[in-house]
């Protein structure tokens, strides 16, 4: 095709790609329905996992939970149940890529092919670079980026095959912001977001469109991962509230959730302001928070 022409097409594409996300702002949100999908949900003991699971069984999906803690899990999984949903609990180790692999063929084998993959576990430790010790930088990466790896090459083969599925990425605003004492697991979460990013335009480019993919990108939440959080501007956020806006954006096949919206304008002011500018704003935040280990 001649170039002028591709240039117009072009043109002509990105304006009516404006005009129809303006008209969308005006229109009901059109929800898929979450009923009958085999949703597999890492880190699902606790926190964020915990609550996404209920939210699902709630809707009528079949769970399959995964967590290093097996009490944990196993409760998750009988408050699934209670409320009337099919869940199935496993003790897994997201540091342990042989027992993904291992475990994600028994759910095949035994369940069935999952088509909504929630890769939530995470670790964090909050430590500056240099008393952060290697082993605990291992950990960090094998389970907050390498395990999303191994999960999605389990269950991505049969979702190319019924050209159907989701695939979530829990990421984290440090994911798009240099956080000190955070080092290792900001650059951990900045590689989640990457993970995003390339795997929704990999399916893009392989033509599978009824993959859809979404990535969370949350301010600190109250999970008691990270200690007496305080922040002069964002309020540090609720389970519930996330989860509720994670649910959403699954439905309505949202690429990138940031929560609370105002990071999406953070995000923005990082790359447009000068550099001392966005220093400056960054200490006006004053975000404080203790040093603390856990695991989702």
């Known amino acids: 095709m001649n170039l002028i022409l591709e240039c117009l097409l072009l043109f002509g594409t990105i304006l009516f790609s404006f005009i129809e996300s ?18 597999l949900i890492t880190g699902a003991g606790h926190g964020i996992g915990k609550a996404t699971a209920l939210q699902f069984a709630r809707h009528g999906a079949t769970l399959i939970l995964w967590d290093i803690n097996k009490e944990g899990v196993q409760e998750t999984a009988s408050e699934c149940q209670q409320l009337g949903a099919k869940a199935h609990a496993y003790q897994v180790d997201c540091i342990k890529r042989e027992d993904i692999y291992k475990m994600a063929e028994k759910v095949q084998k035994d369940i069935g092919d ?10 964090v430790t909050c430590t500056d670079l240099l008393t952060t010790t290697d082993d605990q930088t291992l950990q960090t990466f094998s ?36 956080t000190p004492f955070l080092v290792d697991y900001s650059a951990s979460k900045f ?18 469109e009824g993959i859809k993919t979404t990535c969370l990108c949350p301010f600190f939440v109250n999970t008691g991962f990270v200690a007496n959080i305080s922040s ?45 500018a966005v220093k400056a704003m960054s200490k006006f935040h004053q975000i404080k928070f203790e040093d603390r280990k856990k695991e989702d």
């Open 232 to 276: 002069r501007l964002i309020p540090v956020l609720e389970v519930e509230y996330v989860v509720d806006k994670l649910i959403d954006g699954i439905q309505t096949n949202k690429r990138m959730i940031f929560l609370p919206p105002s990071v999406y304008i953070s995000v923005l002011i990082k790359w447009l302001f000068p550099v001392r």
């Open 143 to 178: 389970v907050n980026i390498l395990a999303h790896f191994w999960t999605t090459r389990a269950f991505l083969p049969a979702m190319m095959k019924n050209n159907h599925g989701h695939i979530v990425t829990v990421a984290s605003a440090a994911g798009h912001f240099g």
């Open 22 to 39: 303006f008209v969308k702002l005006f229109l009901p949100k059109t929800r898929k329905p979450l009923s009958g999908e085999l949703v």
């Open 114 to 123: 999952v088509t909504v993959l929630i890769n939530n576990a995470g670790v």
């Open 191 to 208: 590689a989640a977001v990457g993970f995003h990013e390339a795997l929704t335009e990999e399916l893009n480019v392989l033509g599978k």
